[in-house]
């Protein structure tokens, strides 16, 4: 049970949807966006996250697109895991978000809530950062599209009030080959130990990773290292590890020894998966 | 025993229970408010052990609604249930983080937990004591200051005053220190695991008032409703008649609900509003961790055999997690000693085994009651002295089956009645799994089937009066309502007691009426829902009340009949003559009575009692253990394979076997299932639970986020199920315990498997992926 009073509001369009948000605030509460619910509903009852208003983003139509249009994949932010894995639209995006929760959870949790999600994992966001994402920002100043790798730092960085309202990938990217590996501690529901998602473009592999350090990432140096075809298997991988950006984590999921063979492993399955489509 | 008449014991009938379930129409306790319930929720502790200097409720009373804040001070007294070491609420210090500090009650759930949030406790850290082995050392920080100066409610526990030992059982049979010097074979292992959960569905929630007339009425999840009522009198001083305990069907327990934990703060929360029904329901978080849990254990077996590999001397120590409070871990203690050989014939026996405190959860019953945590680590002992000895270890645990003649750990002899045929159960599982196609088979490059057993034994220590009533009261339509404080919790007992009245009354099933709900003001006195004894207990009270009803039915029927009541049979809903079956009388016309043409009345309503209460139990002696503390002993054998990858060490698990013998089974298809849901149960336990503590003891692991469990999808991709029926004597038509059996011997059978496969000795549990990758890094050191 969520042990606070809040307020609920659903917009139907993304101009109220800002101008709510801006009106709460100025009567200095505190307001946040959602549009599955999970995170909200699960860290509210536990007194790790409170709100006097809430902003329920589902009601807006832009945000519910889910298509093929001209040359883009249009995914709007809160569309369900479920729906999106369903659609195949875009399908390493679909493989990798079948891979968080539980089928029943993922009925409501949506992209634009992963891609937010206050754990380290987020693993919606591996294949956009593979198929150069783009992203389609609501804010008071009106809408934008930038780069999700600009957007993505660690962490989904927007300013206050703004709001995810589209992603937006080339269709190309859904036709490139792909794999997708989610390595847990025991039960197929859990956070990763190691997620891995990867595609092969040009005869290269790209390849991002969560669960593997504190947030999710895709490390240009690593790729260099894994598409150096001077050197075996065995060396990329080597090499690649020691370009990891930040630390290998270390918690009750796994240790950082026990992680960094099973990232090996993962990197070993991902290049015998794409060997006839990268040099 | 019973002659069967076939009419319904033995026959796979479909549970009383099953379509409302299967419907989801079944209410629980948390299903139900009332108009003006208040609600009442904890203040929790935020560290594993801590002074608590100070409350300061000043912010929380600010919430709207807040009617009460309670804190230790109301009742500044210990309960238990074995040793009565456990505030309520904490006083002075908290000694596990999650314990209940306060309660606050409000008008609404939402407005109490907000409340409850904004109630600060100043807390003084202390050291904490993180492990057994820390609990164990000299000089080690107190978790009970003055434990010896705590009231025993049973005899059977020995605290020892200036340590962390809650209590000390011993066992010393034969001459075990002169033996062991002439085993000419000796392993020694040491095996681990930290506390767990039970993780039952429904979480446990309650409801009490306190009427002005001085009766406190609680409703209420639990296994024992008449133990609620002894701690009410006991420690609340409320004259036992002025306490009523309703329950209905429990939503799994597995153990976890047959202690009292919830009711007395409740009782506290009602009594500070003036006896308003308050509700208090447990989240999930708070069911795992705040309530009782399931034991920790580190356990050091040695055995030793003679040259023919007969097991001649064994040793046991046992440090058991009990966490900060005994509770039933006191009762778990001695359980673990009295069957600490398995169901092996060891003739010298030396056993130490220590219920520990610790800045943990504490812990109470979990279905098997140490047999699952033992057997874990007999059956890896069993293995390690068969791999030494160079025996296939089907054949070390057949030439050690403990036998009629022999005598059990506390020099109870075992007799052909009292215990099941433990070599039928190995021969049996031994096909099931196949195992004479090997043990260890590599079937492609990284994959590796392996096969493991465990073999079990287990006893059902009761209280020594541990006892059950039944009441059947005839309808005027003939059939029949059974009153019986058996407690429904998933495990079907409903439907056998029915079956049992079906098969003695020979009347069909859908003339017997069975209510899920108990009402102790209602239904007679019936010791707990635990032990796996209800079958056995409230089985034998229901055949006395059958008797009893037979008894009624003839005589009535005399008169109707005007024959005597030596010449009548019932049957069929009818009471006839033997000779002449076609004479008689339907018992629907006798039920309320016989009513001669005239109008006159004779003999009244049907109503039949019954009751039975254990024979011949007695505690165990403190220095040796000697002592006959359970009734009898079903065994079994259980097998699983798996398939395991050698590259990434993860496994599946394939087939899981239970061979048992639980004497007759009263219905085929019910105790299949119990056995499935027991090997589900351990098997989670086995592979995926533990509670993963910081070095502050704080739980790392709260929530089903991080609490890993077994899911759906992920059980054996084939469960086998067999049983051997040698019928026990004094059991109802010959059928002894079942209910906790399935689980038993998982833990030791998955390990057993695992450690074939990886070649490596898995002594520790759970066993997730990354210990066998960390055992054999270490093995290949």
């Known amino acids: 049970m969520i042990p606070f009073d809040f307020e609920y509001y659903k917009p139907d369009s993304i101009t109220e949807a800002i101008q709510t948000f801006q009106d709460i605030e100025s009567q200095g509460k505190k307001v946040i966006y959602y549009s599955g619910g999970t995170e909200f509903i699960t860290f509210s009852r536990i007194n790790k996250l409170s709100a006097d208003a809430v902003i329920d983003l589902k009601g807006i139509p832009e945000c519910q697109v889910l298509e093929s249009l001209g040359d883009l994949l249009v995914i709007g932010s809160a569309v369900s895991l479920n729906k999106i894995a369903k659609s195949n639209l875009f399908p390493l995006l679909g493989q990798a978000v079948k891979q968080v929760a539980d089928h029943t959870s993922r009925n409501k949790i949506t992209i634009g809530g992963n891609l937010h999600s206050r754990l380290i994992y987020r693993e919606g966001v591996l294949p956009l950062l593979l198929a150069d994402a783009q992203v389609k920002i609501a804010g008071k100043e009106g809408e934008q599209v930038l780069a999700f790798e600009d957007v993505f730092q660690q962490e989904m960085k927007l300013g206050p009030g703004q709001f995810l309202i589209q992603i937006l990938v080339e269709k190309s990217y859904a036709s490139y080959q792909y794999i997708s590996i989610k390595k847990t501690k025991t039960s197929k529901v859990g956070y990763p130990v190691v997620s891995l998602a990867a595609i092969a473009k040009d005869s290269q592999i790209r390849a991002a990773f969560s669960g593997v350090c504190a947030y999710p990432f895709r490390s240009a140096q690593m790729e260099a290292a894994l598409n150096d075809s001077s050197l075996s298997i065995e060396k990329r991988i080597e090499q690649a590890l020691s370009r990891l950006p930040a630390p290998i984590v270390n918690d009750i999921q796994a240790s950082r020894e026990y992680r960094e063979f099973v990232l090996i492993n993962a990197l070993e399955d991902a290049l015998d998966a794409l060997k006839g489509a990268i040099s | ?781």
């Open chain 2, 1 to 781: 025993m019973q002659d069967r008449t076939g009419t319904a014991v033995g026959k796979p009938i479909q549970r009383i229970d099953a379509v409302e379930k299967a419907a989801g129409t079944v209410r629980y306790i948390d299903d139900y408010t009332l108009p003006g319930l208040a609600h009442a929720k904890l203040v929790k502790s935020s560290y594993a052990h801590a002074k608590i200097n100070s409350i300061d409720s000043t912010e929380a009373w600010k919430v709207p609604g807040v009617r009460a804040i309670i804190t230790g001070k109301m009742f500044p007294y210990h309960i238990g249930p074995i040793l009565a070491d456990r505030p309520p609420l904490a006083i002075e210090k908290v000694r596990y983080y999650g314990e209940p500090v306060a309660i606050v009650v409000a008008d609404h759930e939402h407005q109490a937990k907000r409340a409850a949030a904004l109630v600060k406790v100043d807390y003084e850290p202390l050291q904490v004591v993180n492990s057994v082995r820390d609990a164990f050392q000299t000089g080690a920080p107190l978790v009970h200051e003055n434990s010896g100066q705590y009231m025993k409610i049973i005899s059977n526990v020995y605290p020892v005053q200036g340590t962390n030992i809650g209590s000390h059982i011993k066992i010393r049979k034969g001459d075990f220190i002169k033996t062991w010097e002439a085993c000419t074979t000796k392993v020694k292992e040491t095996y681990s695991f930290n506390l767990s959960d039970h993780v039952a569905l429904e979480t446990r929630s309650t409801r009490v008032e306190i009427k002005s007339s001085g009766k406190v009425i609680i409703h209420t999840t639990t296994q024992s409703p008449f133990t609620i009522k002894k701690v009410m009198n006991q420690f609340f001083n409320i004259e036992l008649g002025n306490i009523i305990v309703h329950t209905t069907i429990v939503g799994g327990a597995f153990g976890g609900k047959g202690t009292v934990q919830l009711e007395p703060l409740a009782y506290l929360a009602s009594k500070a509003i003036g006896g308003k029904m308050v509700k208090l329901n447990y989240e999930r978080e708070e069911d795992l961790i705040t309530a009782p849990c399931h034991i920790g254990v580190e356990a050091t077996i040695s055995l030793g055999t003679n040259k023919d590999g007969k097991i001649i001397a064994g040793q046991y120590t046992f440090l058991i997690d009990s966490g900060a409070y005994t509770d039933q871990a006191a009762g778990i203690t001695r359980a673990m000693a009295l069957d600490c050989t398995g169901p092996y014939n060891v003739p010298n026996v030396w056993c130490d085994s220590y219920c520990m405190y610790t800045n943990h959860p504490y812990a109470t019953s979990f279905r098997g009651y140490a047999h699952p945590e033992l057997t874990f680590a007999v059956e890896r002992t069993m293995d390690q002295l068969a791999k030494k000895l160079s025996i296939d270890p089907i054949e070390l645990r057949k030439m050690n089956t403990i036998q009629p003649g022999d005598t059990s750990p506390t020099q109870s002899v075992i007799t052909a009645n009292n215990i099941g045929d433990t070599l039928k159960c190995l021969e049996r599982a031994r096909e099931l799994i196949q195992w004479d196609e090997g043990q260890r088979l590599e079937i492609s490059n990284n994959k590796i089937r392996a096969k493991g057993i465990s073999t079990f034994w287990k006893t059902s220590t009761t209280a020594t009066n541990a006892q059950s009533g039944a009441i059947l009261k005839f309808e005027a339509d003939g059939s029949v309502n059974l009153n019986c404080a058996a407690i429904e919790l998933g495990q079907g007992t409903k439907t056998i007691l029915a079956q049992i009245i079906a098969e003695r009354l020979k009347l069909e099933m859908n003339k017997i009426h069975i209510t899920m709900e108990v009402n102790s003001s209602y239904d007679p006195h019936q010791w707990r829902t635990v032990a796996s004894s209800t079958t056995f207990l409230a089985g034998r009270a229901v055949l006395a009340a059958c008797d009893d009803a037979i008894s009624q039915l003839k005589r009535t029927a005399s008169i109707a009949l005007k024959c005597s009541k030596e010449d009548l049979e019932v049957g069929g809903g009818r009471v006839y003559l033997k000779p002449n079956p076609d004479y008689g009388v339907q018992i629907k016309d006798i039920a309320l009575g016989y009513q001669y043409p005239n109008g006159h009345a004779v003999e009244g309503q049907v109503v039949g009692h019954g009751k039975y209460i254990q024979r011949h139990l007695t505690p165990m002696d403190k220095e040796t253990g000697f002592g006959k503390p359970g009734p009898w002993w079903s065994v079994g054998t259980q097998a699983i394979e798996v398939e395991w990858d050698t590259r990434d060490y993860t496994y599946k698990i394939l087939k899981a076997v239970t061979v048992l013998d639980g004497g007759t089974i009263i219905n085929p298809a019910t105790a299949t299932q119990q056995m499935r849901g027991g090997m589900y149960l351990g098997l989670s336990f086995a592979s995926s639970e533990a509670f993963l503590f910081d070095e502050g003891g704080i739980v790392q692991n709260p929530q089903l986020r991080t609490y890993q469990i077994i899911r759906f999808g992920e059980q054996p991709v084939e469960y086998l199920v067999d049983f051997i029926e040698s019928p026990a004597a004094d059991g109802p038509y010959g059928a002894r315990g079942i209910g906790e059996y399935g689980v038993i011997g998982m833990a030791g059978a998955l390990a057993n498997s695992l450690s074939a496969a990886a070649q490596v000795e898995l002594n520790h549990l759970p066993l997730i992926p990354e210990l066998i990758w960390k055992t054999k890094k270490e093995h290949l050191k």
